[in-house]
């Protein structure tokens, strides 16, 4: 193992709603990041996409705090859930049917501008227009 890979594998990193109720802390890297651009992610995150982190369940150390969830369909046919604060509404982390032991996590709730970059913007048929996107950012009309 090489010391970089050490080095994410001991990453330590905590999201946390707006009032700062709701904390989800997770070690180790992401499997991956993307962006989607859908008219559901979009009413769920009240702006023009959704920005996430997927880890294994295996990388969530703690969640803390009292958080609701509720579940959609999504255009797989399976089920989208999203964990909300009671609080404060963030929407902080959900999983998806599809991918089964897999936690999805809002970026910005990590607060951390180094944070990577999506690999994929999904749905981008429904981006905004004036959303410009890296050219190393591959975009998918649908998902």
Same mark, same amino acid.
């Given at each position: 193992?090489?010391?970089?890979?050490?080095?994410?594998?001991?990453?330590?990193?905590?999201?946390?709603?707006?009032?700062?109720?709701?904390k989800v802390t997770v070690t180790g890297?992401?499997?991956?990041?993307?962006a989607c651009s859908c008219q559901q992610?979009? /009413?769920? =995150?009240?702006?023009? #996409? $959704?920005?996430? @982190? *997927?880890?294994?369940?295996?990388?969530?150390?703690?969640?803390?705090?009292?958080?609701?969830?509720?579940?959609?369909?999504?255009?797989?046919?399976?089920?989208?859930?999203?964990?909300?604060?009671?609080?404060?509404?963030?929407?902080?982390?959900?999983?998806?049917?599809?991918?089964?032991?897999?936690? /999805?996590? =809002?970026?910005?709730? #990590? $607060?951390?501008? @180094? *944070?990577?970059?999506?690999?994929?913007?999904?749905?981008?048929?429904?981006?905004?227009?004036?959303?410009?996107?890296?050219k190393d950012v591959e975009t998918i009309?649908?998902?």
């Open positions: 193992m090489d010391e970089d890979t050490e080095h994410d594998e001991a990453v330590s990193r905590t999201a946390a709603c707006g009032c700062g109720a709701l890297a992401p499997l991956q990041v993307h992610c979009q /009413r769920n =995150s009240g702006s023009a #996409f $959704t920005y996430s @982190a *997927f880890f294994p369940e295996s990388a969530v150390a703690s969640i803390e705090g009292e958080h609701r969830s509720w579940r959609r369909s999504g255009s797989s046919g399976d089920w989208v859930e999203s964990s909300f604060c009671p609080t404060c509404g963030t929407s902080v982390f959900g999983r998806l049917g599809v991918l089964p032991g897999v936690v /999805r996590i =809002s970026v910005g709730c #990590f $607060t951390d501008p @180094a *944070f990577e970059k999506p690999a994929k913007l999904f749905w981008s048929s429904w981006r905004h227009y004036w959303l410009a996107l890296p009309d649908t998902q």
